[in-house]
């Protein structure tokens, strides 16, 4: 009877250990950090993809399916970064620093979304698309060091 | 001169075939992220696999045998099965991965979503390991991986500074930014990648289908020592490629799409029509070979008869395991998991599989029963047994690096 309830109560302490019954814990300031600067490397990584991809096929050194998928893989590697980042739970008194990190990624996504849908239409040749994804490049850039 | 021509289609296939889908992502992947300083990685893998290809190609030779069949035999049927399961799992993973590969080579020309491709694909697999001949498998296939040398082309065309590019080879250039432990990750990868373990058990096989006597062990040493160096040099040539183009720009590799990129800049759409035929190629070949191993590893387990060289009624339940196995692999990648992260995992896990793989083929080629006069000498055992440590080094390290840096994330 007594080796019944000691099996029963170890079952029991592995499946709470195993399975996360424990204190939740505060968010870490120093993890957010680390994810947040890894988020901007990921970010800055699909929006570079997207641009190199850009002026190669605006170079006319590749044909259009290949930027296509270049720049949609790009597009939906952004939307997993994003998706990524809005789950972090922000640590108090970093409200301020998770809404600017959530705007930067909103826009290095526009800025690939927009490569895509030019890609779609064929269109390398548009001065100001090369501008956008440059002004992403520059933003992320600049972010890389605030985190 | 038939011979000459014989060494020379059989060094050139084994260029045009060293290069499979996780050589392409992890040297790509590499090179955008850590430069040349892990190229000594390749360069021990390289080496790694001459010597324990040269040992399970010279124990088919001389034996008529192939691995598995020996290692049942040799060392009981309990180790036998241990080294199936570690080495078939591996194989399968990659043979996904090779699939998955084509697919996506595919998609680069068609923008087709690789998912859709993939039943394709399977079925063209299965059909070629079904009708066509081992060597026009082999051939064919392997001359057309050749295209890939349009890396090394694309490497001298970005004119990089030569001296610059040669003194980050030193482990000692690491980024800064990157930590010791993801730099280690990535060094057992590239050595998972290099020594993949059916890369021995095709070639023992390969020799059994081809009908290798004594007579062939010179060839089969040419091919080895002449055609896996220069396959590997295929190798460093992605990571440099990878290196002048991405790394500077911040971009990490985590599409087949990537890492042609390079090329293009570089040699424009010629150039990457080529290079693209090479990852159709290599990895339909990769495909194919991944495929046979597995159908070689079961039967030569279970004993019974395999290969491409009897009739397929004859071979009926090799030929199942070929059918199974491709359905199998076709299954998980419509599931829409991610070719490239299969990539990644089977390389790792290829590492994790090595001692249990190569182990037993040095017990092998130790025993006079089988080889006569043609066991190991000194040599070959000291760089075997060396290699083993380093593989088991690798392989103890290979799963608490996974935890560690998130599969390399950092």
């Known amino acids: 009877m007594m080796g019944a309830w000691r099996t029963t109560v170890v079952v029991v302490c592995v499946l709470a250990a195993t399975s996360g019954c424990s204190l939740v814990g505060q968010p870490d300031v120093a993890a957010w950090d680390e994810q947040a600067h890894q988020a901007v490397t990921d970010a800055t990584s699909e929006v570079a993809t997207a641009r190199l991809a850009v002026q190669t096929a605006r170079d006319e050194r590749v044909w259009s399916s290949y930027t296509l998928v270049l720049v949609a893989d790009a597009e939906k590697a952004m939307g997993t970064v994003q998706d990524d980042t809005s789950r972090l739970q922000v640590p108090p008194g970093r409200d301020r620093d998770a809404k600017d990190l959530a705007t930067l990624l909103d826009d290095a996504a526009a800025a690939v979304q927009d490569a895509r849908q030019h890609a779609v239409e064929g269109r390398y040749d548009d001065p100001a698309l090369l501008d956008v994804l440059d002004r992403a490049e520059d933003r992320l850039a600049r972010a890389g060091s605030r985190w | ?410």
């Open chain 2, 1 to 410: 001169m038939k011979r000459y021509l014989n060494v020379l289609l059989g060094v050139l296939t084994a260029i045009g075939g060293f290069v499979d889908i996780g050589d392409l992502v992890t040297n790509a992947q590499v090179g955008a992220r850590f430069g040349l300083s892990l190229v000594w990685v390749v360069v021990l893998g390289v080496v790694g696999i001459c010597v324990f290809a040269e040992m399970s190609g010279r124990i088919a030779a001389v034996s008529g045998r192939a691995t598995f069949d020996l290692v049942r035999e040799r060392l009981g049927p309990r180790m036998g099965f241990l080294n199936l399961v570690g080495s078939m799992l591996v194989t399968l993973l990659t043979f996904i991965a090779e699939i998955g590969g084509v697919a996506l080579a595919l998609q680069l020309v068609s923008s087709v979503n690789h998912v859709l491709l993939v039943p394709f694909v399977a079925a063209a697999v299965w059909i070629v390991l079904w009708r066509a001949k081992f060597s026009a498998i082999e051939n064919v296939l392997g001359l057309l991986g050749l295209t890939l040398i349009g890396f090394a082309v694309a490497l001298w065309q970005l004119g990089p500074d030569w001296g610059e590019l040669a003194s980050t080879l030193s482990p000692a250039e690491k980024p800064a930014a990157e930590s010791w432990a993801t730099y280690a990750f990535f060094g057992v990868a590239l050595f998972g990648a290099a020594m993949t373990p059916y890369e021995v058990f095709f070639f023992s096989s390969g020799g059994v289908e081809e009908r290798w006597t004594r007579k062939d062990i010179g060839v089969m040493r040419a091919n080895v020592f002449i055609g896996f160096p220069l396959g590997g040099l295929l190798s460093v040539a992605i990571a440099g490629c990878a290196t002048v183009v991405l790394m500077p720009q911040g971009i990490a590799v985590e599409t087949l799409g990537q890492v042609g990129l390079p090329v293009a800049v570089a040699l424009g759409k010629v150039g990457l029509a080529v290079v693209v035929l090479g990852f159709f190629a290599a990895t339909f070949g990769a495909a194919c070979e991944t495929g046979l191993s597995t159908g070689y590893s079961l039967a030569q387990y279970f004993g019974f008869q395999w290969g491409k060289y009897v009739r397929p009624r004859d071979a009926a339940g090799f030929h199942v395991i070929l059918l199974v196995m491709t359905v199998l692999a076709a299954g998980v990648l419509l599931t829409g998991v991610d070719p490239i992260m299969v990539t990644e995992i089977s390389v790792v896990f290829s590492a994790v599989a090595l001692p249990l793989t190569y182990f037993p083929i040095l017990v092998v080629a130790n025993d006079p029963d089988y080889l006569g006069e043609h066991c190991n000498g000194r040599f070959a055992n000291l760089l075997g047994v060396g290699y083993l440590m380093v593989i088991t080094v690798a392989a103890v390290a290979a799963i608490p690096l996974i935890v560690i840096t998130s599969m390399g994330q950092g």
